[in-house]
């Protein structure tokens, strides 16, 4: 099967414009998390959709928002882009939510706010 | 919701020497318990994982152990190489809000 994909994997961008990334889960999986990871901050879980519906929101800004398609290929959008916002973004699937699956990473999206 | 605490941040230690690192947990629902390897510029990666009918599980020269009263459980590494060297996640999913709660990780170094 193949792994779980994220496009685009690199992205610059200035203060105030907005983004979205793209997250393809491995095949069979429906629940898709994501998280941003910037250095010395670990994993900060931002949401997790399961079958097109937000399961679980972490401490994000509004700014912050996903979605899932009928597919599960997910993406996240960021708007009004900050300095701080600077960080790679990580998404990871699995079967379903809860049930103790294995998570799966995608290589991440790398995105720098200039 | 889960607070789950990892320890130490950094870890230091000679080739051949054994690493653990301790992760402790608040939610006594949470019952799943992997942990994450992520090289320098790779994604994160699983490399063993428990569930809470477990006391231990172990896989070559990794082992991880889950002491469900006192909430915390631990990975051991035995005849660390340099190879080892990354940064180590631990996480405890709850069973009640159904996802992953991962430790701020732990930096190993493996000195040859």
């Known amino acids: 099967k193949a792994g779980v994909t994220q496009t685009p994997r690199y992205l610059i961008k200035t203060r105030g414009q907005q983004v979205t990334l793209s997250c393809s889960p491995i095949s069979g999986h429906r629940s898709v998390s994501w998280y941003q990871q910037t250095p010395g901050q670990g994993l900060q879980f931002l949401f997790e959709y399961f079958s097109e519906t937000q399961r679980n929101k972490g401490n994000f800004p509004g700014r912050f928002s996903g979605r899932q398609f009928s597919n599960s290929r997910s993406e996240m959008n960021v708007s009004t882009l900050e300095l701080g916002d600077s960080a790679l973004y990580l998404c990871?699937?699995?079967?379903?939510?809860?049930?103790?699956?294995?998570?799966?990473f995608g290589p991440g999206t790398r995105l720098t706010v200039l | 919701g889960e607070n789950v605490e990892q320890h130490p941040s950094t870890l230091s230690v000679q080739e051949g020497d054994s690493a653990v690192i301790k992760c402790t947990y608040s939610?006594?629902?949470?019952?799943?318990f992997p942990w994450y390897k992520q090289e320098l510029g790779k994604r994160p990666q699983l490399i063993i994982d428990i569930r809470s009918n477990v006391g231990e599980k172990k896989d070559q020269r990794i082992a991880v152990t889950l002491n469900k009263t006192a909430k915390h459980f631990s990975l051991h590494i035995t005849e660390t190489q340099p190879e080892d060297s990354a940064v180590y996640f631990c996480?405890?999913?709850?069973?009640?809000?159904?996802?992953?709660?991962f430790g701020r990780g732990t930096q190993l170094t493996v000195w040859p």
């Open positions: 996480a405890a999913e709850s069973s009640t809000l159904g996802r992953l709660y």
């Open positions: 990871a699937t699995r079967l379903r939510t809860g049930g103790g699956d294995t998570q799966y």
């Open positions: 939610d006594s629902a949470s019952n799943y």
